[in-house]
């Protein structure tokens, strides 16, 4: 993209010849969509990864099978240089490496890396199975790991590279239905603070956001109108709060901040 094609606010996290990887892009609707959208707006070259059936088994409202390729077809139909890989399941224990090297292969390198690709699904304490603990970990943790692995096995020093990861705010208050997942972006949250060191000699930042409750389309009616009660604007998150997020840790204006857990939840009151 051409970087005069820009509004001048945006010129200054321009990230024009970065090459991006952005999972969890699978609802038209989802913060996965929205960072896709911002990113190649901002001029980089990404390609995008889903897993359709899992938001279609749930019932979400903009869940299509081809969600995530009819994305890709309307980014590039406005002139962004954007791809969609084919939608796998992460808790595959193959996948995870199968998709970083396709998108490398695809894209001729990678410089970031966006992990916004998550499991969840409500369960009282008594209604634990091991099925569903180990789902949560394989897709939220054990996926991430080694999709870092695989990405920071390509990037040279002199190129350097970002990963941003998506917590929740677990770490704020509890999440009474949704224990699995919470102890899995605990997990993710930790995983970002140990890997950050590991990584700062390659030239890498690892940075991890917790976007807050974000109105993705789930939720209505009385239940909705509580949440934005909770907010001290009225309003819920949107997916492009956390997207304007993720442009600016990927820019070059955050070359200094790595092994941070920012939450970008508009004031949020448990």
């Known amino acids: ?5 820009m509004p001048k ?89 199968r998709v970083v090297d396709e998108a490398v292969m695809k894209l001729s390198g990678l410089d970031g890396l966006v992990l916004n690709h998550a499991y969840s699904v409500n369960a009282d304490i008594d209604e634990w199975t091991a ?3 180990d789902a949560h970990f394989s897709v939220n943790v054990r996926a991430s790991m080694l999709m870092i692995q695989e990405f920071a ?6 190129q350097g590279g970002v990963i941003t990861l998506f917590t929740s705010g677990q770490y704020l208050g509890p999440m009474i239905k949704e224990i699995a997942y919470a102890a899995s972006k605990e997990a993710i949250l930790g995983l970002c603070q140990q890997v950050a060191p590991v990584l700062a000699p390659k030239n890498i930042r690892v940075n991890c956001i ?10 209505e009616g009385t239940a909705y109108e509580e949440v ?8 819920w998150g949107t ?20 092994g941070q857990v920012i939450a970008s939840e508009g004031g949020f009151r448990r």
């Open 1 to 5: 993209m051409n970087s005069g094609n």
């Open 9 to 97: 606010e945006e010129l200054a996290l321009s990230l024009e010849n970065q090459k991006i990887l952005i999972t969890g892009v699978s609802r038209s609707l989802g913060i996965g969509a929205a960072i896709a959208r911002r990113c190649a707006a901002s001029g980089a070259s990404i390609i995008i990864h889903g897993f359709p059936n899992y938001d279609l088994n749930l019932n979400y409202p903009d869940a299509t099978n081809s969600s995530t390729n009819d994305l890709a077809q309307e980014l590039s139909a406005k002139g962004f240089n954007v791809a969609a890989l084919s939608p796998s399941d992460l808790s595959d224990p193959n996948e995870p490496a």
């Open 131 to 133: 099925e569903h603990i």
């Open 153 to 158: 096995k390509q990037i040279k020093k002199e």
């Open 210 to 219: 917790n976007p807050g409750p974000t109105d993705t389309g789930y939720l």
């Open 228 to 235: 934005a009660r909770m907010f001290p604007s009225g309003r």
């Open 239 to 258: 997916p492009d709060d956390a997207a304007k997020l993720i442009q600016f840790l990927h820019s070059s204006h955050a070359h200094w901040i790595t």
